[in-house]
């Protein structure tokens, strides 16, 4: 069963930065995608970054794209996801999220297979 354990979030106000952390433990295989999802109040549950553990490929949604950088340690079966020059409306739960495939085909809630519990952002002055 894989676990997923994510840990940074926190206050910050506009304009500052943040660090998610997730580790991942309990998969077979060194060859899947993670990532991150997050859930603002009152809002669907959508796709932010993920990274592929063998290709390498990313993906951001439009609204990160420039600010977020998603990076990964293989050694240490962890991602990472940097958060900058963040925004009021970068404000909800992240998750972190696995699937077991080896490339990005998509990033939809439908198609994740293991999920964290969730770490709490607020982007507030």
């Known amino acids: 069963q894989v676990q997923l354990v994510e840990s940074g979030g926190g206050l910050v106000q506009p304009g500052g930065s943040l660090r998610l952390s997730c580790a991942a433990s309990?998969?077979?295989?060194?060859?899947?995608?993670i990532g991150w999802f997050r859930q603002a109040p009152g809002r669907e549950r959508e796709g932010v970054s993920c990274?592929?553990?063998?290709?390498?490929?990313?993906y951001y949604q439009d609204s990160v794209k420039g600010r977020f950088t998603i990076s990964r340690d293989n050694a240490r079966h962890t991602v990472y996801l940097q958060m900058n020059n963040l925004k009021p409306d970068d404000t909800g739960v992240y998750y972190c999220?696995?699937?077991?495939?080896?490339?990005?085909?998509?990033?939809?809630?439908?198609?994740?297979?293991?999920w964290g519990n969730g770490t709490l952002v607020t982007v507030s002055s």
């Open positions: 990274i592929s553990t063998y290709i390498g490929n990313t």
């Open positions: 309990g998969f077979r295989l060194d060859r899947y995608v």
């Open positions: 999220a696995f699937q077991e495939t080896v490339t990005i085909v998509t990033w939809e809630p439908t198609f994740i297979h293991y």
